[in-house]
């Protein structure tokens, strides 16, 4: 059973997943990074391109998913690099520190409440996240062209993209695709037919919003509201 909430660091979801059976659980791209627990152990995930399938791993599962843009500065490492890829903290960060993480998120009341404690360390220690960068989530998830975003925010469209590269992963483009995915989710899953689904979420037409849906989520978008993702 999936379950989240807010966390208290700031824009971020705390969440745990106890698959019902090895495989499950089709994670699908959504722009931003999670810290996770699993068995003891401290990962992260980057972000994704396309839909993500666990493999045969069970058991208990806790992280933080982090605001997009907003991970890099607390891991010290750009997003592309670890872009549609699972990790160990232990590459990222010194085994001997990581291993006194994970004990302590071990022995916390719950390992969620301690990867949130983790987390909110590190963001005190960190710089604060470039307001810039919630500017550019805001205006491609509410539909804006990445051209007309770039000059609203000042930035030519390089610099716009090299921006993106080292806090989403991946360029302006492939964020707005798959904001516009989630956007598009949102409604569906709430009873809006498909066309009009595609019109609202800024598609060409319905057709169109059924290719992207195919292409990032690896399912028919029926399929997937109907549980197969």
Not at 25 to 46: E, F, K, Q, S, Y
Request: net charge positive.
């Amino acid at each position: 059973m999936y379950v989240e909430r807010a966390s208290r660091l700031p824009g971020a979801v705390v969440w745990t997943n106890t698959p019902s059976r090895p495989g499950v659980g089709r994670v699908l791209p959504d722009g931003c990074m999670d810290l996770l627990w699993h068995d003891g152990r401290l990962m992260v995930a980057g972000p994704d391109t396309r839909a993500y399938l666990p493999g045969g791993v069970t058991g208990p599962w806790a992280g933080v998913r982090f605001y997009p843009g907003t991970a890099p500065t607390l891991l010290g490492v750009p997003a592309h690099e670890l872009r549609d890829r699972r990790v160990e903290l232990t590459d990222l960060w010194p085994a001997s520190q990581v291993r006194r993480l994970a004990d302590r998120v071990s022995a916390a009341p719950d390992p969620a409440s301690g990867l949130e404690e983790l987390a909110l360390r590190q963001a005190a220690g960190a710089e604060p996240p470039d307001p810039l960068l919630r500017q550019v989530v805001t205006a491609l998830g509410a539909g804006r062209p990445v051209a007309a975003t770039a000059d609203e925010l000042g930035l030519s469209a390089r610099q716009l993209h090299r921006r993106s590269l080292s806090a989403f992963g991946y360029g302006p483009k492939t964020l707005a695709r798959i904001l516009r995915l989630r956007r598009a989710l949102e409604l569906a899953r709430i009873g809006v037919p498909f066309a009009q689904t595609a019109a609202r979420a800024g598609y060409a037409d319905q057709a169109h919003l059924a290719r992207e849906v195919r292409e990032l989520a690896g399912l028919p978008l029926g399929e997937l509201l109907g549980g197969g993702g």
